[in-house]
């Protein structure tokens, strides 16, 4: 029987197996997390193309390589019958044990727990693979991103040669 983690309760979070999770969002609803697997290349692409302008720019601002030595997760709900993709998350190699990560939340869906959620386990399995230093990159403006970054114990940098930027790091 699947139980549903309790908000801010990551310990009570039920695990389905190795790598599926059903975890709660902030308005009770249940969210699947689970490994982004190639099956999933056409809800990926419908996701994205869901994007507001906005969100879809900041997804790709990123310098994140979308091959290489990395874990992704994506989060899912039922939608009349289907499992939707509401947000994705992805750490991907930076170099000997630093990681650039990417969060993307389907824009109905933000503010409701999806990408700290999605963090939260991207960090779990950063932890668990040795991962030294997670990084992430993202305008200045995103006021969503450094309150979360933040939350989730990273620190800011501004980009001495862009202000419009500023790179959020984790030392694990």
């Not at 790598?19 to 490994?35: E, F, N, S």
């Not at 290489?68 to 997760?73: E, F, H």
């Not at 389907?106 to 693979?129: C, F, P, Q, S």
Request: some cysteine; proline content about 3%.
């Amino acid at each position: 029987m699947l139980t549903v983690k309790n908000p801010g309760h990551r310990e009570a979070c039920s695990r389905v197996d190795r790598h599926y999770w059903i975890d709660t969002l902030r308005d009770g609803r249940p969210v699947l997390i689970r490994h982004l697997a190639q099956k999933d290349r056409e809800r990926e692409s419908t996701f994205i193309r869901r994007l507001a302008p906005q969100s879809r720019y900041m997804r790709f601002l990123a310098q994140i390589r979308e091959s290489g030595k990395g874990i992704a997760y994506i989060a899912m709900v039922h939608d009349k019958g289907q499992l939707i993709e509401i947000g994705v998350s992805r750490y991907v190699a930076a170099g000997e044990h630093k990681f650039e990560c990417l969060l993307a939340v389907a824009d109905d869906w933000k503010r409701l727990g999806v990408g700290t959620l999605l963090m939260e386990h991207l960090i779990d399995a950063a932890r668990k693979n040795k991962v030294h230093l997670m990084f992430s990159v993202a305008p200045s403006s995103n006021a969503s991103m450094r309150d979360m970054a933040r939350s989730l114990g990273f620190e800011a940098h501004e980009d001495p040669f862009d202000p419009r930027q500023v790179t959020h790091c984790l030392y694990l």
